[in-house]
């Protein structure tokens, strides 16, 4: 089974600063990974998959990258909105895996 | 616009049973395959189980495997999972999700309910 490994667990960033999420699998999972954001008491929502391509309606703000085992969500000049926790999720693999989240808080 | 709305989640001794629903509108239902995603509180995501759009594959988690099943009836445009002899450590909101990729059973999920809280507690 991939295990995804999600760092850090919490990121203290400044609104307008730029946050940088790292997500790393325990093997290949190709470009076969996604990114969703979770704010309390909601259900996750869709922001990249295919590593890299924004879902729709999502800001330009939010860019992913990497491939293979590496990979890094970034969001260039965090809005207020954005204050939440970020998982990856593996779907090259069953079973599909979700990271254990990454935590963005206001500095 | 896509809506996937959950029911049937409450309170439940150790060892009882609970099956839940989840409701789709606004797309083929048939043509998407569906996942069960659940969250324990405070904690992460965890991928429960998925359906292919026919019924005819399906996946379990190695942590519900032989005690939950996942099922379907596409004339009602609904999912369903049977989950029998609960754990404590089954309490979660339970989501359903749909992949986003017509006729794919491993993919990302684009929509979500809004969960469903399953208890299990004496």
């Known amino acids: 089974e991939i295990v995804m490994t999600q760092s850090p667990a919490t990121l203290s960033v400044s609104p307008g600063e730029r946050a940088t999420l790292s997500c790393r699998a325990s093997q290949s999972v190709s470009s076969n990974l996604a990114w969703y954001q979770q704010k309390p008491g909601q259900a996750p929502r869709l922001l990249i998959y295919?590593?890299?391509t924004r879902a729709t309606g999502i800001p330009a703000r939010f860019s992913g990258s990497g491939s293979g085992t590496e990979f890094t969500l970034t969001i260039s000049s965090l809005q207020s909105e954005d204050f939440a926790v970020y998982y990856c999720q593996q779907y090259n693999n069953w079973p599909s895996r979700f990271g254990q989240g990454t935590k963005v808080e206001i500095k | 616009e896509v809506q996937l709305l959950e029911s049937g989640g409450g309170l439940v001794q150790p060892g009882g049973s609970l099956r839940l629903s989840c409701a789709a509108s606004g797309f083929t239902f048939s043509s998407y395959a569906m996942s069960w995603v659940r969250q324990a509180p405070g904690k992460g995501l965890e991928w429960v189980s998925a359906?292919?759009?026919?019924?005819?594959?399906?996946y379990y988690a190695d942590s519900v495997k032989g005690r939950f099943t996942i099922s379907r009836d596409n004339s009602k445009n609904t999912l369903y999972l049977q989950m029998n002899s609960l754990r404590a450590e089954d309490t979660a909101v339970y989501y359903c999700?749909?992949?986003?990729?017509?006729?794919?059973?491993?993919?990302?999920?684009?929509?979500w309910g809004q969960g469903t809280l399953v208890t299990v507690s004496s």
């Open positions: 999700a749909k992949v986003a990729v017509e006729y794919q059973l491993l993919h990302e999920f684009d929509y």
């Open positions: 295919g590593a890299s």
């Open positions: 359906i292919s759009g026919s019924g005819g594959s399906t």
